[in-house]
């Protein structure tokens, strides 16, 4: 067998899970001295890195799967991983002949490749886009951005519209000890930024009988105090739970962002969501943080057009531009495989359009009164007309 030269790409490298697992694989193979190439003309192995997240990113994923697998499926070994890996079981039918490795089972690469240094103890702290432009590897303009930490694979929560259960069902932990190991090599190299990394931060430790404010506690008595950290989705019904204990003054001095995805600001949606949390409470959390730390930057996302959800109750979400230093909006779309997908009182595809161009106007209202940035938009009109089309 000739020995492998390997085209990695990512199919979402704007999805932070996304472009930690690709990057995952650039230092195993790196670290491996695999040889890996730039054009997949040159490739004898394609390895895909896909993202199923929602609707619109699951097909963007296949269209790109597409593209390599008609023009290189007969010269080139095809490997798909990641999330859509795990939650499309059609993907084998779609694309025969490809081997398919769950976001679960990443050992597979040890038995393809054999290597010197398992895929398991390889580290991966230092992600940055623009190692992947496009997708497509560029390691010439690799560069030192944020230092990432991440905690745990898993979440406590079981979302109607999110399938991401079938990947992980149970919350896997890092201990402690590790993620002291890793900051200290992180702010030895010079990093300023600390990302805490996971599905959920606010799951870490249920594992472990610890939690998040306890290893906060722990970093907040860090030897060296010289950087900032940012968390990287901390679920609302655990930032509820784990609030009074978290270590006010560590969030004063030392953390610099945290996205709070509250998905909808009404209750009657966040129920049929499965999402259990009083969203008033939310938001006075939210507001007392800033307080605490007006320099912090809080963000979250709303899920708009979910089944059931009215006008009135797409309206509501604005009030999180009260707290929220930016809220980003994702258009529901369903999966199929979910609970929400079974869901009754559809919202008419024009109907989301409508909607869409409302959560535009607002965005405009703001910028002309001199609050921009506020609200994003998480897809581009084409995307989302693309699929409302009939």
């Not at 080139?76 to 769950?102: E, H, N, Q």
Request: proline share 5%; net charge positive.
């Amino acid at each position: 067998m000739l020995p492998p030269k390997i085209f990695l790409c990512s199919t979402y490298i704007d999805c932070t899970r996304n472009l930690y697992d690709t990057t995952h694989l650039y230092y195993f193979f790196k670290n491996n001295r695999f040889h890996l190439v730039r054009r997949p003309s040159r490739a004898n192995v394609i390895v895909i890195t896909t993202c199923g997240f929602d609707r619109i990113k699951e097909n963007r994923t296949i269209r790109m799967i597409r593209h390599y697998y008609q023009r290189y499926k007969t010269k080139s070994r095809i490997i798909l991983c990641g999330c859509l890996a795990s939650t499309c079981r059609t993907l084998g039918d779609m694309f025969p002949g490809t081997t398919i490795i769950a976001a679960e089972d990443s050992r597979a690469f040890n038995d393809i490749f054999k290597p010197g240094i398992p895929i398991g103890e390889i580290k991966t702290n230092c992600l940055n886009k623009k190692l992947f432009a496009q997708g497509r590897l560029h390691p010439e303009r690799a560069a030192k951005e944020d230092y990432y930490i991440h905690i745990c694979e898993g979440c406590v929560n079981n979302c109607s519209y999110c399938d991401y259960k079938m990947i992980h069902k149970h919350v896997t932990s890092k201990p402690a000890a590790k993620i002291i190991s890793e900051l200290h090599q992180g702010t030895k190299a010079g990093f300023k930024r600390i990302v805490l990394l996971a599905d959920d931060c606010g799951s870490y430790g249920v594992d472990r009988h610890t939690d998040l404010a306890k290893l906060l506690d722990l970093l907040r008595k860090f030897r060296n105090r010289d950087f900032k950290l940012a968390i990287n989705f901390l679920e609302p019904r655990r930032l509820v739970t784990l609030y009074p204990e978290l270590p006010k003054g560590f969030i004063r001095d030392h953390v610099c962002e945290i996205c709070i995805p509250l998905q909808s600001c009404s209750r009657r949606i966040l129920k049929r969501m499965n999402r259990h949390y009083d969203v008033a409470r939310v938001l006075e959390i939210a507001g007392e943080i800033k307080r605490l730390n007006p320099g912090i930057h809080l963000s979250t996302h709303i899920i708009y057009g979910f089944p059931g959800e009215t006008r009135k109750e797409l309206f509501e979400s604005f009030r999180v531009l009260d707290v929220f230093d930016e809220a980003i909006y994702f258009c529901y779309l369903d999966k199929p495989g979910t609970r929400a997908a079974y869901l009754d009182h559809k919202v008419p595809k024009q109907e989301i359009l409508r909607r869409t161009n409302m959560i535009k106007e607002k965005r405009r209202e703001l910028r002309s009164s001199g609050r921009p940035g506020l609200i994003r938009m998480a897809y581009t009109d084409r995307e989302i007309k693309a699929l409302l089309a009939p």
